[in-house]
């Protein structure tokens, strides 16, 4: 069985950089799919942040481009998410996410971590 | 950016009736490639429909979908009582693969 799970800081100050890893297990990130992030502020909607695809292919949201980063880690079957000088309009749930067919297909999820932007 | 306007924003019905969720895209979806997904009070999405019209694995058959281009539905035929979410559809054909605001699914 597959599973995603999100781990990082849930706490980050402004102006500096979020930094979320995803772990996956029972499936090798190497071998297919995409691997993507989305996020979701509290009570609000959701939002693609990016994705990279088992090859190493990045692709990502036009509007959070300039501030973002995902990378893989093969040899740990991770891949991580790095977004830089944040804000509080950041804050949200973020989530670490398997596709198919689109850097944007979501077929699986992992549960999700909020991260707050505060000082 | 292509707009994903779902409708209505709540719906408010009882176990056992049918429910009909909307979702209207700005621009024609490109392949088709549009996702219905259900979320539950701190939970993750979980992917209902890909394709505009495949129920993923594991799906109970009281879902369904349709639609192409522009315009795009979600049905549940009877609720149960674990269907009540919040519903969001999201196209995943062109970037930045927005999703819609969400529709509220109610007990009512």
């Known amino acids: 069985q597959v599973q995603l799970q999100e781990s990082g800081p849930g706490l980050v100050t402004p102006s500096e950089t979020l930094s979320l890893t995803c772990t996956v297990s029972?499936?090798?990130?190497?071998?297919?799919?995409?691997w993507g992030w989305f996020r979701q502020p509290p009570g609000k909607g959701l939002e693609w942040i990016g994705s990279?695809?088992?090859?190493?292919?990045?692709y990502y949201n036009p509007s959070l481009k300039s501030r973002v980063t995902i990378s893989m880690d093969t040899s740990k079957n991770q891949f991580s998410l790095n977004l830089n000088s944040v804000t509080a309009a950041d804050t949200a749930f973020y989530f670490c996410?398997?596709?198919?067919?689109?850097?944007?297909?979501?077929?699986?999820w992992g549960q999700g971590t909020l991260v707050t932007v505060s000082s | 950016e292509n707009v994903l306007t779902q409708s209505p924003g709540t719906l408010s019905l009882s176990p056992g009736e049918r429910a009909t969720l909307s979702c209207r895209a700005s621009?024609?979806?490109?392949?088709?490639?549009l996702a219905w997904f259900q979320q539950k009070p701190g939970q993750a999405p979980r992917l209902l429909i890909y394709?505009?019209?495949t129920r993923d694995t594991g799906i109970p058959d009281r879902f369904s979908a349709s639609g192409s281009g522009t315009d795009f539905t979600l049905t549940i035929s009877r609720l149960e009582p674990e269907d009540f979410a919040v519903y969001y559809c999201?196209?995943?054909?062109?970037?930045?693969?927005?999703f819609g605001q969400g529709t509220k699914l109610e007990i009512k």
């Open positions: 394709g505009a019209s």
């Open positions: 996410t398997r596709g198919i067919s689109s850097p944007g297909a979501a077929g699986l």
């Open positions: 999201q196209q995943y054909g062109t970037s930045s693969y927005t």
């Open positions: 621009e024609s979806v490109a392949f088709n490639y």
């Open positions: 990279i695809y088992h090859s190493g292919s990045t």
């Open positions: 029972g499936y090798s990130i190497s071998s297919a799919y995409f």
